[in-house]
């Protein structure tokens, strides 16, 4: 039976795809901030462990309780929209904190078992925003482009060890927590600048378009089945309707 780790696991993409993967006979390690055992069905394939991925130690202690994996998904990620001038230092740093550096941190702490047994498959979820840039969201989809470079960069220095890297670029996904949470966030540090506050109507009431076409959760799901499973998949493989058009 193969095992997959999977980061962010309390809702959204990472949620699902610990379901999907659950149904389909994997051994899953659903990993939470705060794990709650009532989100995902009964199962004596399940295992829930808490995991931040902004703590070293949080990180060591719950790969060392995992085990063996077979694949780690890097799911866990925090949005942020504003303009660069609406943007304070240390929400900059607490998005690629968790973005970007806490995936490195997640692939560190696995590298070594991987190595070991010249095998492993890592799973990087990024965003469509970097296949297509939008203005407000400078800082996030830097974050997330920084983590599909170091993707391929990685892959080449992973390849001699039997070590696959593959990333998952979902589209916009209003229906998960992750829009609301990242306008909390901009709520808390005090909303957009007034210098861009037209400008940022426009551009929420154009990300509002009925009927546009968007990602699901289980698009993202399949997508990081198809990584997982399909040893044809590309290294990028894009997730929802909007995605799969970008892409095209
Ligand atoms: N929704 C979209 O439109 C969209 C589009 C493209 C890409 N994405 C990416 O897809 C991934 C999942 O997003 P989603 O839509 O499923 O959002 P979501 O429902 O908000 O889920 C995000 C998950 O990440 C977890 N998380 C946040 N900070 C963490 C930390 N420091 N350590 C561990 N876990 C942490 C959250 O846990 P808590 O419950 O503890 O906060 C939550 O489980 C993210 O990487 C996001 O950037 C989202």
Known sequence: MKTVLITGCSSGFGLDTARYFLDRGWKVIATMRSPRSDLLPQSENLVVLPLDVTDDESVRQTVAAAGPIHVLVNNAGIGWMNALEGTP?????????????????????????????????????????TMKPLPLLSVYTASKAAVNAFTESLAIELAPFGIAVKIVLPGAAPDTSFGSTAFSRLQESGGFPAAYAEFADEVIAAM?????????????????????????????????????????
């Open 89 to 129: 230092r240390d929400v900059a740093r607490s998005v690629f904190e968790t973005n970007t550096l806490g995936t490195m941190r997640m692939i560190s702490a696995v590298l070594p078992q991987f190595r070991e047994r010249k095998a492993g498959l890592i799973i990087n979820v990024t965003s469509s925003v």
């Open 208 to 248: 509002r378009t009925p009927g546009a076409p968007k990602t699901l959760s289980a698009d993202v799901a399949e997508a990081v089945w198809r990584a997982a499973n399909d040893p044809s998949a590309p290294m990028r493989i894009p997730a929802g309707a909007d995605a799969v058009a970008l892409e095209a």
